[in-house]
C-alpha cells in the first residue's frame, strides 16, 4: 500500500497560533480557558470558553482582497493552513502539480449574525398567528444580514479559501461529523491518497460555536460545563466530578502526502499515517452504546490496518505508545471511552498514557481531532506527553493512566487519536514517527 | 490499483423524494409527461422573496413516522425536515433493494450491519424560524428588540433541549444508521451540489477497499425555509418570478435568456453494493458505477463553477470507467439555469465531447424538482439509473433553444444508451463526475 506521511502542520487555537507557543504551553499544563468576551454571556449559564486571541488572518494570506469576508472558521483555516504549508516547503517549491493536489477538511459550518436574526425575526413575530410574518422579514433581512455573512455560513467555503490561497485543484471534500469530522476528513484524506487520486492532500478542521446560539444549543443539551469557578479549572476529562465540556474553537491543519511525493520534491517527512478507522454506533441520536461498541469498532479498525495486535507487547511495552483521547470531560463520554479503550487493549490498556487536551484549549468541535492529531505528532517530535489538567480528583470508576496534571517524558513513536461525535459517527487514527 | 482490477460497485437500490412525489416513478412519469413538480410556495408566504417558486413536497405525501420502527417514533421530534426526506429516501431504498434491515422486519437482516455504512450528503440545516422565535420572543421587551441577557438567564430555556441536534448535518446518517442498524463507516458530506455525488464516490470507495459490503448513500436538503431561501438569494442565482405564468418555463437549463435556478426540498438515497454481495442475495441492480472523478474550482468566487475543475472531473471518471466520448449515450448535467455555470458545464464539456456534444442528449431535472442542493445530485443519479434501465430519455422543460448542446425543450423518447455521464459543479467549488454503466442481461 502507498505510504501517506506527513510533511507540515499548523494550529490556531485558544493557547496560541502557532506550534511552538501552544505546545510549550501544553507542556506546562497552561490553561486556554477563560471568561467569553466575544459577546455578552455573562447570563448564560456557561460563562466560559476557549477563544482565539490575537489572530489577523489578513496575515496569514498573499492578498486579503481575493477572500471578500471570510467567517471566522475560514480565517482560522487560512491561518492553520499557512503553517502547514511553510512548513512542508511549499512555499519554496514551483513544481506542485496542482491538479493532484487536493484538500479534505471536517470545517464546521459559519456563524450566524445571531442579533440582527434576533431582532429581525421577534421584530416580525405575529403573536396571534404564532408565527413569523416571513414577508416583512424578507425585506428585514435584505436590508440588515451581511450577503457574504450568509454566503460564509456553508461548511464547504473553508475549503473554497484554502483551495483559492494555494491553487489546489485535486479532489475536494468537506465532512461534517459533528465532533469527529477532522480526524475523519484526515483518514479518508489519507485514503485519497492511498488509491492514487491525488499526490497531496490539506486536511484538517476548523470550527467555532463560540456565538450565542452555538452556546444556547450545548447549555440545552446540557453537555457544556457550567463550573462556578476559576474557568481555567471548569475542563476536567476523567475527573471524578467532571461537569461536562468546555466549548473552544480553532483550526488544526496538516499536509499529507505520498512518501514517493515527499521524497521526489526532497521534503522531511514528520511521521506517517499508518491507520484509521471509522464505524457508526447505530444506537441513539444522544446516547453512545453503553458497550462503547463503536468507539472500539473504530479503534480495532485502525489498529488492524497498521498491523498493530493490541494485544501484543513489542519490547515489554504496549505497542501504541500514547492516547489522545476524545475525552470531553461529560460522565459518558469519558466512561464509555476508557471501557472501550480497556476493550479493545485488554490487560495492557493500563500502561498506555492517555491524555485530553481538552483539559487545556476546551473543545474544539469539528476541529478538535485535527488538533489532537498534531499532539500526537508533537508528542513524537519531543518524546513529552501532554497531561490531562484539573484532574485531582480521580474517578475510581475510570482506573487507566490519563497522564494527570503533569507533562512526563517518555520515547514515543505510535500515537493512537480518537475521535467520537454526537449522532454515533467514530473515527480513530493511528500515527507512527516516520522511519525510512 | 487499476481501475478494472476495482470491485465492481452497483445501484441496487432506488429511493429519492421530490416534489412529484415519493419514490422514483412518479417523478420519472413526470419527467415522461414533461409535468413541473414546482410551484409557488405554500409552506409561507414568499411574497417578500424576489423568487417565490419553488420544489415542494406535500405533508400529505409522507410521513416520517410511518417509515420508522415503533422504537425510533419518539425520534421523529427531533428530525428536521432534511433528516425526514432522508429517513424517508433510505426506506424507499431499502424497500426497493428488497433487503431485510432492522427497520422492515425481525428476521435476520440481509446484510451483515457491520458490513453496511452509510454516506449522506447534508447542507447548513437553518432552523425553523417560528420554533426559534417562538423562543426568541420570550427576551424581548416593548420597543427595545431582542435582550441577550434575558435569552442567557431564562429565555433560552424556552428552547427544547434536544434543538441543536435537530440541526446538526450528521443527524441524517445518524437517524439512518440508527432505523436500519447500519454500522459500517459512516460520514457526512457537505458540500452542497456535490454534496450527493461525493458522498456515493465515498460509499464506492470504502465497497472497493472492503470495508463495507453495501453502503446507504446520497443527500437531501430542504431548501424551502425563508432563512435557505434568503440564503440562496444572497448567491444572486435565483431566478426572479411570482409564480404566475408557466411554472415549467422558469429554469432554462443552458439557454440564452435564462434568469437564474429555482430551489426545492428533497433529496435521495441509493443502496451502493458490490456487485458480489448484490448477486449474492439474487438483487436486481439498477446500474453499474463505473467511474468518478472529484476536483475543486478555484474561480474567482465560491459562487461561479471553473470549467477547467470540471473538465479534469468528467476526464478522470472517464478514464477510470475507461470509455471514450462516444460511450457516453447522455448526460446529466446540474443545468441550473445559472447563466455562469451553465457556461462553465458547457465549456468543460466542450473540451471533453468536442463537437459531437451537440449530439449527446441531455437530461436535466431542475425544471421538474427545483435545485435540491445536497439532494440534487442524487436525483440526478437516480434518474440516469432510470433512463438507463429504461433506455428513454425523458422530455426536457426549459428553453426552445440552447447553444452547443442538446439541452433544449423536448418530448421524451427512446434511445439506446450504454453509458451516462452525470456532472455537478457545487457552490463552494466542488466538482464530481461520474459515469453510470447499463447492467448487461
Known sequence: MTRVVITGMGWITPLGND?????????????????????????????????????????????????????????????????????????????????????????????????????????????????????GWARLASEQLDKWGEIEQEPNVPLWHIAREYGLQGPAFNCLTACAASTQAIGEATNVLHRGDADLMISGGTHTMLHPLGVTGFNRLTALSTFDGDPTKASKPFSRDRGGFVMGEGSGMLVLETLEHAQHRGAEPIAEIIGFGSSADAYRITDLHPDGRGPAAAMNGALAQAGIDPLELKHDRPQVHYISAHGTGTQENDSIESMAIKKVFGEHAKDVPISSIKSMMGHLIAAAGSVELITCIMSMQTNTLVPTINLDKPDPELDLDYIPNESRESKIDVCMSNSFGFGGQNNTLVVRRFET | MAANDAKQVVISGVGVMTALGVGIDPLWEAMISGKTGLRRIQRFDPSGFASQVAGELDDEAFSVRKVVPKSHRK??????????????????????????????????????????????????????????????????????????????????????????????????????????????????????????????????????????????????????????????????????????????????????????????????????????????????????????????SIADSPLIADAHALTMSINIAMAEAQCDPSDIGAIVPLGAGVALIDQAERDALKQVFGDSLQSIPMITTIPYTGNCMSGNGTIAIAVAAKALREQMIPARLGSEETVGVDAAKCESKTADIGRILVVTPSEGGQCVAMVLGRIKS
Open chain 1, 19 to 135: 506550534l511552538t507557543t501552544v505546545w510549550n504551553r501544553m507542556c506546562k499544563g497552561e490553561s486556554g480557558i477563560a471568561m467569553i468576551d466575544r459577546f455578552e454571556a455573562s447570563n448564560f449559564p456557561t460563562k466560559f470558553a476557549g477563544q482565539v486571541r490575537d489572530f489577523d488572518w489578513k496575515l496569514h494570506v498573499q492578498d486579503y482582497t481575493v477572500h471578500h469576508s471570510p467567517a471566522r472558521n475560514s480565517q482560522y483555516a487560512l491561518g492553520a493552513a499557512k503553517q502547514a504549508w511553510e512548513q512542508a516547503g511549499l512555499h519554496d517549491y514551483n513544481d506542485l502539480n496542482s491538479d493532484r493536489a487536493g484538500i479534505y477538511l471536517g470545517a464546521g459550518e459559519g456563524v450566524l449574525d445571531f442579533k440582527v436574526y434576533s431582532n429581525i425575526t421577534t421584530e416580525m413575530w405575529e403573536d396571534e398567528a404564532c408565527k413569523v410574518d416571513t414577508v
Open chain 2, 75 to 296: 425520534a421523529t421530534k427531533v428530525m428536521c425536515r432534511d433528516t425526514e426526506l432522508a429517513v424517508g429516501a433510505a426506506a424507499v431504498a431499502v424497500e426497493d433493494a428488497g433487503i431485510t434491515t432492522a427497520a422492515t422486519s425481525d428476521d435476520p437482516p440481509t446484510l451483515d450491519p457491520a458490513r453496511v455504512g452509510c454516506h449522506i450528503g447534508a447542507g447548513l440545516i437553518s432552523a425553523e424560524m417560528n420554533e426559534l422565535t417562538t423562543a426568541l420572543i420570550t427576551s424581548t421587551q416593548d420597543g427595545e428588540g431582542f435582550d441577550l441577557n434575558h435569552w442567557g438567564k431564562e429565555g433560552m430555556n424556552n428552547l427544547s433541549p434536544l434543538w441543536l441536534l435537530k440541526y446538526l448535518p450528521n443527524m441524517l446518517a445518524c437517524h439512518v444508521t440508527i432505523v436500519h442498524d447500519c454500522r459500517g463507516p459512516s460520514n457526512t458530506i457537505t458540500c452542497c451540489e456535490a454534496a450527493s455525488g461525493l458522498s456515493i464516490a465515498e460509499s464506492r470507495r470504502v465497497i472497493q477497499r472492503d470495508n463495507a459490503d453495501a453502503c446507504l448513500s446520497g443527500g437531501a436538503e430542504d431548501r424551502v425555509n425563508p432563512l435557505a431561501l434568503f440564503r440562496q438569494h444572497c448567491t444572486g442565482r435565483l431566478a426572479p418570478t411570482d409564480g404566475s405564468g408557466d411554472l415549467s418555463s422558469i429554469v432554462l437549463p443552458f439557454g440564452e435568456n435564462a434568469t437564474g435556478t429555482l430551489v426545492g426540498e428533497g433529496g435521495g438515497i441509493l443502496l451502493i453494493e458490490s456487485n458480489e454481495s448484490c448477486t449474492t442475495r439474487s438483487g436486481n441492480p439498477w446500474c453499474t458505477i463505473d467511474g468518478i472523478g472529484c476536483t475543486q
